[in-house]
């Protein structure tokens, strides 16, 4: 070779490969190449992928020969160092590979590859003078077909790399990627009406009437106003009004133009949160003042705190004072939610205060929209300095964060379960709070119990406490109702206590709205046959499948199988069936039986699949358009509803019940959440929770609101059985088709981990639902003492792991590691 050349990149590639690879490279490219841009590279035979730089060097690699890159997609670099520091701590420290890490990190949009489907937009009208003579072959081609792949393309421009075509076609905004439908919401507009500032008092109201004496018909309508407010609290909506006072819009609208009256209109949008910062935040009372003092007392010595405050202590407006703070210093600031349905009712109040500085970021949102707010936060914009997201929100590449608020710090839905990388977003936030030397809060009603065991006992974090509900309101009352004594006595109707019916009609004639729980979604979980005994079960896993009414089908919750409801059963032919258990479908069925007046609605996430659907819900249900809502836990999550009085709670035993070392501390945060929904204003609420087992010590203290009692039992029980935060967990799963295969490789696996970690190896054992998807799973614990080093015990897992795949006959099963399962 005369051409010796000298430089050399290393990148990620967007798969799961243990090493980077390295490419070749120009003088030219080196030189203008940055750590964090993106290249698309071949690799394998046939691929292109869109891969990550992470390193310019001149030093060839051994192994291979390097290609070269087919071309520089970026003109500055999309990723900053601290991100990849980041990302570099999260494969190390949850055990998989940096590939898994940048998929989840970037929004797909910027990893063109070529799988990647591609078809045309609808919306745009095309002006094909503007598309060069290969851009246009692609738009000729999409309109014969519908969709295309990537390697389809190249095909048809006979080119072998047609990302940065693609890439111009996309900001043209003429093809969109297939994984961008989801559906487009228009929000609707309702009209509502208030009377005119100047005329609140009562001399100004008298006034107007005798002003308007000589327009009797405008009279009228502002009397039917009054009418209308007094017979609710509700905001009134113009079209009422029009019914109630048999008016026409016109003279509405006249009465507007004289500001008698003021229209407002109420919805919720898509990304731009306008609206100039409005109010100044809110006076805090002498509790919340007192633990915000304590809160940046701690900050001078810890950099995480934990704050301990009960439900609707008025937490959110303390995080208000700390953002303005952090704000103020030209600092950004990440604030992390667990459930989606969350930010929309957070995004409300806070835009009241920072106004348009906010982003929001969660997998809800369009591709265009992640990649706006990723560009955004990336150029440290005046729209990002205040960003609002669920899990994913902390691989977006900060600048600079001075504080990051993890929400319901307690919330499981930090975890992800799948795909890899597996990580907590509390963990996580907290490193990469390390990386920024920023301040990090937790806060929750009901932390869990490695928090509150590091703040307290460890104290690693500050800790405050906050127990005063904001009014002081009185926490609600809790009443345990026993539903065996209530099936003897013959008291129930359904799945409804007499006691439960008794308090529903009675918040319901106070005007007060009413929130039923019920964690499970369909109408009910098994369909069985009351002859033979018979269950449709799913062909692929090892459940029965669930009756959805409204689908009239009956559907397995794991991997999506559904068939048409039986009218007989398929065994016997008998038609007889009968369903047993219950979920959210069945108790909305009932409730409208029981109160066929009221409105009643339903969410989990059958209901909630579209984008915007959440803030449907939750608005009407804050508007007062339903009178009760039914739901799973979403529920549960911190929302703020100002006018519930009830909440019931329909079996409490299934929660406690499950097979899992945390389900009594899950149980009792879950619960003392979904109470912590009632009586949220003046009125004192009340919860009642329907169990078979009333004495459960759990649910004993749920209702004397004893989290300390409930932390000391559990932190006992822990410590026995050596279980977190005493001992770390790593889970191991094995997957495959054939139950042979997983139960030896299972076995091998196991023993040798047991030669190194003797007792501390719990299984190989098939978890409650052992198949799915046709993959048997199997499961083994590793239970790493506290004065054992987590990384020498995780290379050796490691290293077991790759013997484990080395041996021909188990590779093709697949090992999941999971670090921190819980």
């Not at 003279?251 to 990304?271: A, G």
């Not at 609101?705 to 001992?727: A, T």
């Not at 719990?762 to 799973?777: K, T, W």
Request: hydrophobic share 35%; net charge neutral.
């Amino acid at each position: 070779m005369l051409f010796e050349n000298k430089h050399f990149i290393d990148v990620v590639l967007p798969i799961p490969l243990e090493r980077n690879f390295t490419y070749s490279i120009t003088k030219a490219e080196a030189e203008f190449l940055k750590k964090g841009m993106r290249v698309a590279v071949p690799f394998g035979k046939s691929k292109v992928y869109t891969a990550l730089v992470v390193k310019i060097h001149e030093n060839a690699p051994e192994a291979y020969e390097a290609k070269e890159i087919h071309q520089i997609l970026d003109e500055v670099p999309i990723v900053t160092e601290l991100q990849l520091k980041l990302w570099t701590w999260i494969s190390k420290y949850y055990m998989c590979t940096l590939g898994d890490v940048l998929r989840a990190a970037l929004p797909s949009a910027f990893l063109l590859e070529s799988e990647s489907i591609i078809s045309l937009y609808k919306d745009t009208e095309v002006n094909e003078s503007e598309l060069t003579d290969t851009e246009f072959l692609v738009f000729e081609a999409l309109q014969y077909q519908s969709s295309l792949k990537v390697q389809d393309i190249s095909k048809i421009l006979d080119k072998k790399n047609v990302l940065p075509i693609l890439k111009r076609l996309i900001e043209k905004e003429v093809i969109v990627l297939e994984e961008e439908i989801f559906e487009k919401y228009k929000p609707k507009l309702v009209r509502y009406v208030r009377i005119g500032e100047q005329y609140e008092t009562d001399e100004a109201l008298e006034v107007l009437l005798e002003k308007l004496s000589r327009a009797p018909k405008q009279k009228e309508i502002i009397m039917n106003f009054f009418m209308l407010s007094a017979s609710s609290t509700k905001p009134i909506k113009v079209s009422d009004l029009i019914k109630k006072s048999n008016a026409s819009s016109a003279q509405i609208k006249t009465l507007i133009d004289k500001q008698i009256l003021e229209e407002y209109h109420l919805q919720t949008d898509r990304v731009s949160f306008a609206g100039k910062a409005a109010i100044a935040s809110k006076q805090l009372n002498e509790y919340q003042t007192k633990a915000l003092n304590e809160i940046q007392g701690s900050f001078k010595n810890h950099n995480v705190t934990l704050l301990h405050g009960v439900t609707s202590s008025g937490k959110t407006e303390i995080y208000v004072k700390l953002i303005e703070e952090i704000l103020a210093k030209g600092k950004q600031v990440l604030y992390l939610v667990p459930e989606i349905a969350l930010t929309s009712q957070l995004v409300t109040r806070l835009s009241q205060y920072f106004g348009d500085q906010i982003s929001v970021y969660h997998s809800r949102y369009s591709l265009n929209e992640r990649v706006e707010v990723w560009n955004n936060v990336l150029n440290n914009s005046h729209k990002a300095q205040l960003v609002l997201g669920a899990r994913s929100s902390v691989f977006l590449p900060f600048n600079d964060v001075g504080l990051i608020i993890v929400d319901e710090e307690h919330e499981q839905s930090y975890k992800q379960f799948d795909p890899a990388p597996r990580y907590h977003a509390r963990d996580t936030a907290i490193v990469l709070g390390n990386m920024f030397d920023a301040k990090v809060l937790l806060g929750s009603a009901t932390p869990s119990v490695e928090s509150y065991f590091n703040a307290t006992k460890e104290k690693k974090y500050g800790f405050v406490e906050l127990f005063r509900r904001y009014n002081d309101v009185i926490m609600p009352e809790i009443e345990l109702v026993d539903l065996q004594d209530k099936y003897k006595r013959k008291r129930m109707n359904g799945h409804f206590s007499d006691r439960l019916i008794e308090e529903m009609t009675e918040a319901l004639k106070d005007g007060f709205q009413i929130i039923l729980f019920q964690n499970r979604r369909g109408f009910s979980p098994i369909v069985e046959c009351h002859t033979c005994g018979h269950t449709p079960q799913c062909p692929n896993c090892d459940v029965s499948l669930t009756y959805h009414q409204y689908r009239d089908q009956l559907r397995c919750h794991y991997c999506g199988y559904h068939m048409a409801m039986q009218k007989a059963c398929l065994a016997c032919g008998s038609i007889e069936l009968d369903n047993k258990g219950f979920g959210t479908e069945q108790i909305q069925t009932e409730v409208k039986a029981l109160f066929p007046d009221t409105k009643v609605a339903r969410m989990d996430l059958d209901t909630t699949r579209g984008k915007h659907s959440y803030e449907r819900i939750i608005s009407q249900f804050e508007q007062q358009e339903i009178d009760i809502l039914v739901g799973t836990q979403m529920l549960t999550k911190g929302l703020d509803f100002r006018n519930v009085k009830l909440v019931g709670v329909m079996n409490a035993d299934n929660l406690l019940n499950f097979p899992d070392f945390r389900a009594h501390e899950r149980s009792y945060q879950l619960m003392q959440q979904v109470s912590g929904r009632a009586g949220r204003t003046a009125e004192r609420g009340k919860v009642l929770i329907q169990t078979y087992n009333p004495h459960h010590k759990i649910l004993q203290q749920v209702s004397t609101n004893d989290y300390v009692g409930m932390f000391v039992e559990q932190m006992d029980e822990r410590y026995n059985y050596k279980y977190p935060p005493i001992f770390r967990l790593i889970k191991i799963t094995l997957k495959h088709r054939d139950y042979n295969k997983v139960n030896d490789g299972a076995e091998w696996l196991s023993k040798s981990l047991r030669q190194l970690f003797k007792q501390h190896v719990l299984g190989p054992e098939y978890p409650p639902v052992s198949r799915i998807r046709n993959q048997y799973h199997k499961n083994i614990l590793i239970k790493i003492p506290p004065q054992q080093s987590l990384n020498k015990t995780k290379e050796a897992i490691l290293k077991i792991k790759n013997s484990f795949l080395s041996i021909k006959d188990f590779r093709p099963i697949k090992v999941i590691l999971n670090v921190d399962n819980y």
